[in-house]
C-alpha cells in the first residue's frame, strides 16, 4: 500500500512517530506565532505553493513506515529533527506562506537562512529512499522538490529583504540552504 498508513505496525514506526511530532509542533506555533508586520503578495503566496505539493506528494507515494529500510528512517529522521529545531528556534516568528516577521538569527538560523527548508528537503529524500528495491525514477519527487524549494526560498526572501534587519542579517548568513553551495 502506497502512503503513510495509520494501521498496526505502522502507528509506532519512525516515520509516523516523527511526522506526529513535527506535525505537534507546527500546531503550536500556529498558536503563539506573533503578527505579522509585513504580509507577501497574492503571487509570492500562490508561488510559494506549489513546493508544499510535492512534499506532500512525497509522503502519500512513499510505503508504509513499518517497511522503510534504515537509510529511509535515517534521512527522513535526520531532517525532520532540522527542521524541527529550526521551527523551534523560529518561536513566535513561525509562518507558513511569505510574510515578515522578527527576524531569527540563533540556532541553525546562525548557519543557513533557510534551514527548516532544507529539513523539509531531506524528509521528501527520506520518502524517496524508502523504495525497495530503489530505482531511479522513485527520486523524481526530491527532483521536483528541490527547485520547487529555491523557488519558496527566492519569493520568501523577496518579501523579508523588504525588512533592513533582514537586509543585515544576510550580510551575515550568506547561505539559503547549503553553506558552501547556496
Known sequence: MLGLSTAGADRLSPVRLTIT?????????????SAVIRHGALSAIVLA?????VAGASFKLAPAGHLWPARANATLVAGATLAIV?????????????????????????????????GELAMV???????????????????????MVVLRVLVEEHVLVTAD???TYTRKVRWRLLPGLW
Do not use: D, K, T
Not at 21 to 33: D, E, K, P
Not at 49 to 53: D, H, K, R
Not at 104 to 118: K, Q
Open 86 to 118: 529550526a521551527l523551534l528556534s523560529l518561536g513566535r516568528s513561525f509562518a507558513i506562506l511569505p510574510a515578515v516577521r522578527r527576524i531569527v538569527r540563533g540556532g541553525p538560523y546562525a548557519l543557513v537562512r533557510h534551514p527548516a527548508y532544507l
Open 21 to 33: 511530532v513535527l506535525n505537534a509542533c507546527v500546531g503550536v506555533l500556529f498558536l503563539v506565532r
Open 125 to 147: 529524500a527520506g520518502c524517496c529512499l524508502a523504495h525497495q528495491p530503489l530505482e531511479i525514477w522513485h527520486f523524481w519527487p526530491l527532483a521536483a522538490a528541490v527547485p
Open 165 to 167: 534587519e533582514y537586509r
Open 49 to 53: 505553493l506549489p513546493s508544499f505539493v
